[in-house]
């Protein structure tokens, strides 16, 4: 019988989030005065007009929603895979990882980590990046090309565990 875990985590929002929404929201607002007050001009006025409603739709479709990520993570036939949901709507696969494929799991700031030549790694963020009494984050050595860091609690862990008793450690 095969194991099967979930469990999502949502990302930080970090300033430069924030600054993105603010930048959009002003440049919507000095847009909607530009044509108000200082374009007497109705077809310069309705450019003005559209182009607003363009970057407002740009802004509610493709901007906004990169800032307001969750990650899931699905345990399930020796394989984990992480899916990004934007907005609580979109869902995007970030990657799928085969047990077999997998050289170590364990916490970020493990001394197992120093056995591998992560510095020329790829490194992939899929954490929270917040900390929290329900998960800790660790690190998954791929392939020996990537490590990917996740937000994992115990029990995930230690269900990848009961299949790879030597590549999982919680120290």
């Not at 869902?91 to 980590?113: A, Q, T, W």
């Not at 992939?124 to 329900?134: G, R």
Request: contains cysteine; glycine residues 2%; proline residues 3%.
């Amino acid at each position: 019988m095969d194991s099967y875990k979930e469990y999502m985590v949502q990302k930080k929002k970090t300033m430069k989030d924030y600054l993105i929404r603010g930048v959009c929201v002003w440049i919507f607002l000095v847009l909607c005065m530009l044509s108000l007050f200082f374009v007497r001009d109705m077809f310069l006025r309705t450019i003005i007009f559209a182009l607003t409603m363009a970057l407002i739709l740009a802004c509610i479709y493709i901007i906004f929603p990169k800032t307001d990520i969750e990650y899931e993570y699905l345990y399930c036939d020796k394989t984990i895979t992480v899916d990004a949901i934007y907005a609580k709507s979109k869902r995007k696969k970030m990657g799928e990882f085969e047990l077999d494929r997998i050289d170590i799991i364990c916490p970020v700031g493990s001394y197992r980590l120093d056995q591998f030549n992560t510095g020329k790694m790829e490194v992939v963020d899929y954490s929270s990046q917040m900390e929290s009494d329900e998960h800790k984050p660790y690190a998954v050595l791929y392939a020996g090309i990537k490590k990917i860091i996740l937000d994992l609690p115990e029990d995930f862990v230690k269900m990848v565990q009961n299949n790879a008793p030597r590549k999982v450690y919680f120290d």
